[in-house]
């Protein structure tokens, strides 16, 4: 991830071409309005709108109240980290009509779920990309489109209305419509309260239509939870890091804690940057900054058992590629993988993942070989900051 932090400086200098106007369907005027008036409690419509109930003779204890911003998502999506990265991910512009396929053979499996970033692009690429390619469905089609997108906690932006600003331009960027779920994408090394206040302000103002953090550990999750329930708005995801060769947030009791607060999770890079699809060896390691990973990878002599595992599994099920045993595994401990996809094969074989389940003892299995391989990445080599200097709150545990 250390790549993100470097290119964000000049992504952040890049002017957004347009803004967003939401002031005509604030949140917080309708709340406000609300108040005025005497309504009761604040209460959102299946279309997204907050509207006041009915004047409640007393009003329920903050607790009872259900909160605002659920979102029901898919259980699979697809990741656009690639669609516009040409530092790890070698983009090239002359390969938009694969990534415009790919895209369009989501919406035509209606698993039309996809996740993105401002970091993801110079510009914001991915964005772009995924607003011009919602553009060319008709509303009705478009509107079944789900985007989740993400504010980068950078050193220099720790106000709440920088998140706000951010999330404007990223709104602009995939079209202006709201966006379906907005995330803070890693922790700040301080002020990380301010960030949820942005959220809940996006939220009122109606930027999104949901939110969520990523890359949160258990302490961090319960703060943010805690903070934005107090604003009557629900903490609606965690997206995080989590495959067969890193099983920390299943080890820790992160994966518990959010299923406690009944907090979604999004399980990123649940093919292992590749190294889960059966594609390289110690032969044919990717380039770039995966060929030190994948020497690690193949040095410690037990990755190979994973894999026998993994097509042990596979013949079970008529041959499915690697990666859909990789994907079901994310699939049976409860989250939702979001693959990344740069052409119409691999969104098949992504998607395709749905057509099958694992059994017990196939997930037992895949349990037993993947705890024998070291986890690719370390926590503690995580660029992320692990806790808030203000507070002490832990931030990043996994």
């Known amino acids: 991830m250390r790549f993100l932090f470097l290119a964000a400086s000049l992504f952040l200098t890049v002017p957004a071409a347009g803004a967003f106007d939401a002031s ?3 949140r917080r005027e309708v709340l406000a309005k ?5 309504a009761g ?3 959102s419509t299946g279309s997204g709108l907050i509207v006041p109930s009915s004047p409640a003779l007393a009003a329920p204890a903050p607790e009872a109240l259900a909160l605002r911003g659920s979102i029901n998502l898919p259980p699979i999506g697809l990741g656009a980290w690639a669609w516009g990265d040409s530092l790890f991910w070698g983009y090239d512009k ?31 690429r991915s964005e772009q990309l995924l607003g011009e390619f919602r553009k060319k469905y008709p509303k009705e089609k478009a509107d079944k489109v789900q985007i989740a997108s993400k504010f980068a906690a950078l050193p220099f932006r720790t106000k709440a209305k920088d998140v706000v600003d951010a999330c404007r331009k990223s709104v602009d960027r995939l079209g202006g419509e709201p966006i379906d779920l907005y995330q803070i994408h890693f922790p700040n090394a301080w002020n990380n309260a301010d960030y949820w206040d942005g959220l809940a302000m996006a939220y009122e103002e109606g930027l999104v239509k949901a939110v969520g953090v990523s890359n949160y550990g258990k302490d961090a999750l319960r ?20 495959s067969l060769l890193y099983r920390y947030p299943l080890e820790n009791g992160l994966l518990d804690t959010c299923k406690e607060l009944d907090v ?33 990878l193949f040095q410690s002599g037990n990755l190979s058992g994973l894999l026998e595992a993994m097509a042990i ?16 595994w994310c699939r049976a401990k409860e989250t939702i993988p979001i693959p990344g996809a740069r052409t119409i094969k ?9 057509d099958w389940n694992l059994s017990a003892e196939e997930v037992r299995l895949l349990d037993e070989a993947s705890a024998k391989v070291p986890a690719y990445i370390e926590p503690e080599k995580s660029p992320f900051p692990k806790a808030d200097i203000n507070t002490g709150l832990v931030m990043f545990d996994s």
């Open 264 to 296: 979604k999770v999004l399980s990123y890079s649940p093919l292992a940057l590749g190294f889960l699809t059966g594609k390289y060896s110690a032969d044919n390691l990717p380039k770039g900054p995966r060929k030190k990973l994948g020497e690690k």
């Open 24 to 26: 005509s369907s604030s």
């Open 34 to 38: 609300g108040l005025a008036t005497g």
């Open 94 to 124: 002359k390969n938009d009509g694969d990534l415009a396929e790919v895209f369009d053979y989501a919406v035509n499996k209606d698993i039309a779920f996809f996740d993105t970033a401002e970091l993801y692009g110079l510009g914001g």
């Open 223 to 242: 703060a943010c939870h805690k903070s934005l329930a107090e604003r009557g708005i629900k903490l609606a995801s965690n997206q995080i890091q989590f």
């Open 346 to 354: 691999q969104a098949r074989q992504n998607l395709e993942a749905l």
């Open 41 to 43: 409690a604040i209460v």
């Open 313 to 328: 599994v596979s013949a079970n099920h008529n041959g499915a590629p690697l990666s859909q045993v990789a994907i079901n």
